[in-house]
């Protein structure tokens, strides 16, 4: 992905930082968009059903996106029904 040099955004487990391989791939140019909760996802498909309580943190891992490198956020709850592409 950091080859094409397009921007992105891709939404995933905080674990997913960790590792010797990743380590070298995301220390490319890599932004971070960190929350100070967990994210709360919805269930079974559904875009009225939300599903708390999640086990894991995850975080944003950008690409020409962001103004800096690590930006931390306060997350607030989402109140519309999330459409359907």
Same mark, same amino acid.
């Given at each position: 992905?950091?080859?094409?040099?397009?921007?992105?955004?891709?939404?995933?487990?905080?674990?997913?930082?960790? !590792?010797?391989?990743?380590? =070298? @791939?995301?220390?490319? !140019?890599?932004?971070?968009?960190?929350?100070?909760?967990? *994210?709360?996802?919805?269930?079974? !498909?559904?875009? =009225?059903?939300?599903?708390? !309580?999640?086990?894991?943190?995850? *975080? @944003?891992?950008?690409?020409?996106?962001?103004?800096?490198?690590?930006?931390?956020?306060?997350?607030?709850? @989402?109140?519309?029904?999330?459409?359907?592409?």
């Amino acid at each position: 992905m950091l080859q094409s040099k397009k921007p992105f955004m891709l939404l995933m487990p905080l674990p997913a930082l960790q !590792g010797k391989q990743r380590f =070298k @791939y995301f220390s490319k !140019g890599v932004e971070l968009l960190v929350f100070d909760d967990r *994210i709360s996802y919805f269930a079974n !498909g559904h875009t =009225k059903e939300v599903q708390s !309580g999640n086990s894991f943190a995850s *975080i @944003y891992f950008c690409h020409k996106v962001l103004p800096e490198k690590l930006i931390f956020r306060k997350l607030k709850p @989402y109140q519309e029904e999330a459409q359907r592409w």
